[in-house]
Structure formats: structure tokens, C-alpha cells
């Protein structure tokens, strides 16, 4: 039998593989990375979808004072890094976030493959993605990254609301709402809702987004925000949740670098706007789509998104979110034999200056944010101009 | 700025991507297995469509959406850098049911060729597509196509024997 008659024959072989592994058969799937995509298509067909079981905190949640929130900066323009932050470990030395986050393993035998250097932030809200870019209004409860949030914005562009699923109310508004469905390994829940601020063209789209919360819980916080501006205040405040700091960065910027060993790697992200950007629509961490489990490492709260399966070994993806000075991180890690290890190789990274950085990098390759990734990828909050035509995959 | 679409309007587009996006993804769950395993093939495809609902209008004005799509699905897994360290495997084993026959030495040595040849190979050969189909999804040009097929079958016949034979 010829080369090209096997072929033919072994394409039913391949057709089963592919249906067992779609299907849910073969090895276990990486369930973090479908719950990405689970959610993301909860954004865009949520109309399709089932009303998950609700896990109400309403016992947890109070009315407090109001009080007032911090002002939201927007930003322009870049600033170039002069001042050299204090060396230690990117855990617990807080560095400006008009200073680069210059990171490296002091592990031996670690290196830096690649870095991305730091790239503008100048992505804004648009019809395509209204939770792209936009200032917000954040909530974060009790448990910090690894608990509920809640998060509130506006935009100014048209938005097909019906996308988001069923009609609900906010107040005397009517909107849309949308809940992740059952059946999808987002254990939390996650809710999304819009609504029109008024009538006519020149009406704004309110938007609220959380995890943790129940439908009912998020619709009526929804209703106790003001909008006297783009970015709401809620005068009457649940109780146990703080508003998160509105970012100071005179202009946002990512970051990222691969440090790895003989087996294992870790990518680690950066971005100088704390908790916001983290919950971007192209979040570097997802903090809104991943269920995370709070750890303490070093003093510093981590909320840590597990292998999947727990017991999987060698753990092929792991993942720490924390937030130290202006900046947050993402740090995911692939291969390796133990959290502790992970956690371990997370401790070890460093910040430091410029000259060391560069000595540390100088070999390095170009990690380059990918058209996906920079245009529209929910892993990278970044746009960076020069970047925003699809390059040919050179891999392989 | 224009009024929201109305939600009939949104709805039939909606569908009509549907429409689209159902049997792409099935091409396009085949080219990424053949690139990068079953395993991460489908992951990447998934990731793949994902984007693709997410940002439907760019995808329907688009020229060669599933060559865009491709890239949307290997960038995810350069991402994941799942590339570097999984690239060539085609196992099929862990996916079959246990004892189903296969023919173990032609995908023993679909894996010793370059992601290109196999991709190629697989997408000619294995299922059927023409050079131009093959060469849309790459987003490379027929005559690349035609080299890698060229040359992941002369390296397949001297891996598996001059004919082929089982």
C-alpha cells in the first residue's frame, strides 16, 4: 500500500482522536484554559446559554456610608524609566508605576530566554469591545484577588446589548444580562450586564461585570452606582468590599519575560496598573474569568490558579496573580513538580536596575506579543502600533 | 455615534456567522492538530473560534479568515509556549480506545517530519484538501505547499520504506 493510500485510510483515525479529545475523552483537559474560552463566548452568545446555579453571598453584604472615590487618570503619553528601583523580590518590593518592573531569576541556573521589553497601553473601548480599555470603578471583597469583585464602566460606542443575553433590570433600566452557564469549569460566578444611561445617540452603554456575586446581587449593586461621570461612584458601599485605587501611571505599559531553568519556565507579565489591569476584557490575568485560590507567600497576598488536574505531575501550567507598588503581575509557570516549587521560583524573582537588566537580557530572544495577543488576546493588555498587522507564524 | 443594532438584525448576523465559523472550524481544528498534536490542536482551536465570536465583524471582512484564524490559534498556544516543547506530537494513541488498530509507523513518522511537512501532508493527504485550500489556511503560498508535501513524502517513503508498504 502506497504512502499516500495510508494517509487516506488514517484520516478516520485521526477524525476519533480529535473527537475523543473534543468530545472530552483522552487525557484531561487543561480546564483554565477552556474556561477563557467558555467565558469568552459567554460574552458574545450569552443568549444561548443556560442560567447558572447562583452562589449567593447576599448574607455577606451590607449597606454602609458612602464615601468618596479616588479620581481617574487618564493617560497619555509614555515615560521613559530614570530612576532605578530598589532590588528584591518582585513579591514584596513595591515598585512606582512610573518605573519599569525589571525582573529577573535569582535561582541558579536560571536565566532570562526572552523578553518583550515594555510596550504602550493605547487600547480604548469599541464597538468590538466595550471592556477593552475602559476606566473603571473595581470593588474587590474579602479574600482580595481570590474573591469576589466587582467592577463598573461605561462607554460611549454602540453596543449591540442583545448579545448579552437576557433582559434584566437595573433600577427602572432595562438591560441585558448574562451569567457563566452550567457546565462550564468556571465555578464562580461570573456576571455581565449592560444598559443604555438614557435615551438618543449620544446616551452612554453602563456596563458592570463581577465573580463571586450572585445575578441578583450584581444587578442590584448595579443600581446603587451614580453616573454623574464616565467612571460610577456607589455612594451606598457593600460592606467588607473596598473600591480599588484608581491607576496613577502617566502611561500604562506591559511588560513581559520568560525566565526558565534546564525544565522549567516561567512567564511572567506585567502591567503598572494594579487591579485594573486585570480585569481588562484582554486582562493579562483574568482576574474576572479564572477561579482562583488565595495563598500567602512572603506576607503578600497571591491568588493562585492551580494545575488542572491538582494532581497532575509534572504541573504543566500553573499560575500567580499578586500586585506590589503600582504594578501587577501574572506569573504562570510550566514545569514544574509542586506548587511549593513554583511558589518557590516565583519568590525568586527580582527586581532590578536597568544596567543589570540589561546584562540579564542581552542574549535574550524577542518574546513578541503576538497580532492576537496585542490586537485582541485576553491574555495581554497592549497595543502597540508598530505591531498591529498579522505577521506569518515562523514557529517550527 | 449610530444606534444600537436592533435585535433582529444582531441575531441573523449571529446565525449567519454561525454559519461560517461551524465548518471552518473544522478545518481548522484539522490543520492545528496536524501542527501541533491533538491535544493542543484543539485547545488552540477553541481558543481559536472563541476569538473569532469575539470579534465577528473584523472575521466576515476579512479576505482569508481561516489562514487569520490559524495564526489567532498558533499564537495562543506561543502563548502558552506549548509550541516549543509539544511541536511534532501527533499521538493518537492516548485519544483511541484501547487495542483500536491504527497504523502506529505512519504516525510514528508523521511526527519525524517538520510541522510544515506534517501539516501539509496531513491536510493533502490525510484529508484530502487541495494545495490552494492548504495554502489559504497556511497563509503561505501554493508552491511552499507543494514543497513541504513534496518533501514530507519523500521523507516519510524513506522512513517507512522506498514504497510505503505496511
Known sequence: MSIEDRLARSASTLDAAIESRVGGGGRPRREHRWVAAAAAMVLVVGGLAGVATLRDRSSQVTLQDPSAQSPVVHTTSLVPTVVEPESGSALTTPVPSDVQALVVSSLPGWRVDATSGFLPVTAVPST????????????????????????????????????????????????????????????????????????????????????????????????????????????????????????????????????????????????????????DWRSIGQLLRWTSEPRVVDGVDVALDPPEPVDERPITTISATWISGGWAYVAIGHIFDSEAEFLDAVRALQITNPSTYAAATADAADYYLSEWVITTGWNVISVNPDQTTPTSDQTG | MSEVDPPSR?????????????????????????????????????????????????????????????????????????????????????????????????????????????????????????????????????????????????????????????
Not at chain 1, 206 to 225: D, H, I, P, R
Not at chain 1, 240 to 251: E, I
Not at chain 2, 67 to 77: A, E, I, P
Not at chain 2, 122 to 129: A, I, K, S
Request: glycine share 10%.
Open chain 1, 128 to 279: 468590538e469591545c466595550p471592556g477593552c480599555g475602559a476606566d473603571r470603578l473595581i470593588l474587590v471583597g474579602d479574600g482580595g484577588l481570590s474573591g469576589p469583585v466587582f467592577t463598573a464602566w461605561s462607554v460611549d460606542v454602540p453596543v449591540a446589548m442583545d448579545d448579552f443575553g437576557h433582559v434584566a433590570m437595573v433600577g427602572s433600566f432595562e438591560g441585558w444580562a448574562t451569567s457563566s452557564p452550567v457546565g462550564t469549569p468556571l465555578s464562580e460566578m461570573r456576571v455581565t450586564a449592560a444598559w443604555r444611561l438614557g435615551d438618543g445617540p449620544g446616551a452612554l452603554t453602563a456596563f458592570v461585570e463581577a465573580k463571586g456575586l450572585s445575578e441578583a446581587q450584581v444587578l442590584e449593586w448595579a443600581a446603587l452606582l451614580s453616573w454623574q461621570y464616565r467612571v460610577p461612584t456607589m455612594t451606598v458601599r457593600p460592606a467588607g468590599f473596598t473600591v480599588v485605587d484608581a491607576p496613577t501611571a502617566s502611561a500604562v505599559e506591559v511588560g513581559s519575560v520568560l525566565v526558565s531553568s534546564e525544565r522549567a519556565t516561567i512567564e511572567l507579565y506585567a502591567i503598572n496598573t494594579g487591579v485594573h489591569g486585570l480585569v
Open chain 2, 10 to 166: 444582531a441575531v441573523s448576523g449571529d446565525r449567519r456567522f454561525a454559519r461560517f465559523i461551524e465548518p471552518a472550524a473544522v478545518t481548522l481544528r484539522r490543520a492545528l492538530v496536524a501542527r501541533n498534536g491533538v491535544e493542543d490542536g484543539c485547545d488552540a482551536t477553541a481558543e481559536a473560534i472563541a476569538w473569532a465570536w469575539e470579534h465577528r465583524g473584523e472575521v466576515e471582512a476579512m479576505a482569508n479568515p481561516l489562514g487569520y484564524l490559524f495564526r489567532v490559534g498558533q499564537s495562543s498556544l506561543r502563548r502558552e509556549r506549548r509550541i516549543r516543547a509539544r511541536h511534532g506530537e501527533l499521538r493518537v494513541e492516548p485519544y483511541l480506545e484501547p487495542g483500536a488498530p491504527f497504523d502506529h509507523d505512519l504516525f510514528a513518522g508523521l511526527r519525524r517530519l517538520t510541522d510544515d511537512q506534517r501539516t501539509a501532508v496531513v491536510l493533502v493527504h490525510m484529508y484530502g484538501f487541495s494545495y490552494r485550500e492548504v495554502a489559504d489556511v497556511l497563509d503561505v503560498s501554493e508552491a511552499a505547499v507543494t514543497n513541504h508535501v513534496y518533501r514530507g513524502l519523500q521523507r516519510l517513503r524513506r522512513l517507512l520504506g522506498e514504497d510505503g508498504a505496511s
